[in-house]
């Protein structure tokens, strides 16, 4: 059993920075994909970013070059540093793992991030 727990969301200006972080509670094993969602009101959730237990990472078109996903293994915690944050980065942010031996996906409970002036 995997659990999720998000934090460090908040209310940031326009160009802002802000480190949203993902505790797992459980073990990550070979194979798992761990991501970040994200879902704005009256939107649908979307992935944003993901990194392998490999280390690969992969990001959408709107969040490229600007967030940056990672993972420390020993404290087995994910983070998104989110640089240049627009207010269409406005949403609640979840913490995402998939465990593709399974098909199982693993939730936290979202952290709201807020961009505005």
């Known amino acids: 059993q995997v659990q999720l727990v998000e934090s460090g969301g908040g209310l940031v200006q326009p160009g802002g920075s802000l480190r949203v972080s993902c505790a797992i509670s459980?073990?990550?094993?070979?194979?798992?994909?761990m991501g970040w969602y994200r879902q704005a009101p009256g939107k649908q959730r979307n992935l944003i970013a993901y990194?392998?237990?490999?280390?690969?990472?992969n990001y959408a078109d709107s969040v490229k070059g600007r967030f940056i996903i990672s993972r420390e293994i020993a404290k087995n915690t994910v983070y998104l540093q989110m640089n240049g944050l627009k207010p269409e980065d406005t949403a609640v942010y979840f913490c995402?793992?998939?465990?593709?031996?399974?098909?199982?996906?693993?939730w936290g409970q979202g952290t709201q991030v807020t961009v505005s002036s």
């Open positions: 995402n793992v998939y465990r593709g031996s399974s098909s199982m996906n693993y």
């Open positions: 459980g073990s990550i094993f070979g194979g798992d994909v």
């Open positions: 990194i392998t237990t490999g280390g690969s990472t």
